[in-house]
């Protein structure tokens, strides 16, 4: 295992607590497997995914909805050493949804495991499997908590409201009031699930109201932005 390698799996959620001395034992156990793909291409569908996650190495990929129409939603972007496909890899019966997918946004590295290896007993594992799933009901309930707070965004009725709790709440993550968001314009307007044009024009609108300044995906909140916020809301 390369250094960087070592490095972004010791920065993973799911190796918390672990030596990374330990990681390619770990690794070996779960059938640990590495695959390259270039932009756009399928990483994961739920209907194949029971019992393996991804972790991804290098690049970045995007969990998306796709409707039969074409239609694309972004639901979220992960990056080094973001998980993926966990939800999936844990339930155990039950339909799994068909429109959802993850795709790489350029060229990526994935890490695959067999994840489903850790809900049953399997030699050498049982000194890690504590500790894994342990950490894995952590991720679990991390993910839950962001799709809480983007059902909070969606909940606002227009797309001025659903901007301004969007980027409060990036406010509220950074500790600061200046911030880069991980999304371009077409990729916030479907995070958001607003038409991209009516979004850009209420952009404008609130950096003429002296709320926000901006340029492409950085962001900076006025005094009058957070001073006003609730009333806002």
């Keep these: 295992m390369q250094s960087q390698e070592r490095e972004t799996l010791a920065a993973c959620r799911l190796f918390s607590g672990l030596a990374p001395e330990r990681f390619d034992e770990i690794l070996a156990l779960l059938d640990g ?3 390259s793909y270039f932009q756009n291409a399928l990483l994961l569908r739920p209907e194949g995914a029971r019992g393996k996650i991804g972790i991804l190495l290098e690049g970045r990929a995007h969990v ?3 409707e039969y129409s074409g239609t694309r939603t972004l639901l979220t972007e992960l990056e080094p050493p973001d998980l993926f496909g966990e939800a999936f890899a844990c339930a155990v019966s039950g339909p799994l949804p068909t429109d959802i997918c993850v795709r790489a946004a350029g060229g990526c590295r994935v890490l695959w495991l067999a994840f489903r290896r850790l809900l049953s007993p399997h030699a050498g594992l049982e000194q890690y499997q504590a500790v894994l799933i342990s950490n894995m009901l952590a991720v679990l309930a991390e993910k839950d908590l962001l799709l809480s707070r983007r059902i909070g965004h969606l909940s606002k009725r227009s797309t001025r409201e659903k901007l ?4 409060f709440e990036q406010y509220q993550l950074c500790g600061s009031r200046s911030f880069t968001i991980p999304f371009d314009r077409q990729q916030l307007a479907d995070y958001l699930c607003v038409d991209r044009s009516a979004m ?3 952009l404008g609108r609130l950096r003429d109201d002296g ?3 901006f340029r492409r995906s950085h962001f900076t909140l006025t005094d009058r932005f957070l001073q006003g916020f609730e009333e806002e809301l």
């Design 64 to 66: 998306l909805r796709e």
């Design 33 to 35: 497997q590495r695959r």
């Design 164 to 167: 301004l709790s969007y980027l």
């Design 200 to 202: 850009s024009s209420m």
């Design 211 to 213: 709320l926000i300044s």
